[in-house]
């Protein structure tokens, strides 16, 4: 059983430009969450998505920041215009939905490293 | 959700038992006790949670106390590999809308050889 992937797991981009980050949950697993871990800190929450739907974006920036769960694909967390305070790493989690199990078991991706120059 | 307290850091030898606390002294009723590492920028790694009875998986034991007010997560024999940041964390298992784990500072395990 494949865990949580992100891809790409590291991207280096240029201040002004658009960065991409993908998630595909665990087989099984209709919920997503992104959660940002800047240097030197502790994991903050952004969102959590199930398919098609935000359910909580309150740790979302409010501007350039843009998060999608499609029916079909993987999750995409989107993040226009970046600057520097961008640089950081992002990561992902999904739990299944089932009355047989734990809801809120949030198992993670490795992440993906963010460097914004 | 509930916060929770931890030790900054501590040192374990290795092949003996590692034994992390944590203070949740304002838990409530419907809140679990979670428990998960991060070995040095990867992804957080679940390790075990718990409601009120003592758990035990593969990989750790968690104790809680009888007033819930504090835990323990224990690695029976830690490897170096242990070595990590470990994170309590308390939340209700609602289910549906309130999906976020808050992650404190944790407490910095060291395993020497």
Known sequence: NAGVMQNPRHLVRRRGQE??????????HSHVYWYRQLPEEGLKFMVYLQKENIIDESGMPKERFSAEFPKEGPSILRIQQVVRGDSAAYFCASSPYDTGIPQETQYFGP?????VL | DAKTTQPTSMDCAEGRAANLPCNHSTISGNEYVYWYRQIHSQGPQYIIHGLKNN??????????????????????HATLRDTA????????DYGGSQG??????????????
């Open chain 1, 111 to 115: 992440g993906t490293r963010l460097l």
């Open chain 1, 19 to 28: 960065a991409r980050l993908r998630c595909s949950p665990m087989k099984g």
């Open chain 2, 85 to 92: 940041v470990y994170y309590c964390i308390v939340r209700a």
């Open chain 2, 55 to 76: 758990e035990t998986n593969e990989m750790a034991s968690l104790i809680i106390t009888e007033d819930r007010k504090s835990s323990t997560l224990i690695l029976p």
């Open chain 2, 100 to 113: 976020n784990l808050i992650f404190g500072k944790g407490t910095k395990l060291s395993v020497k050889p």
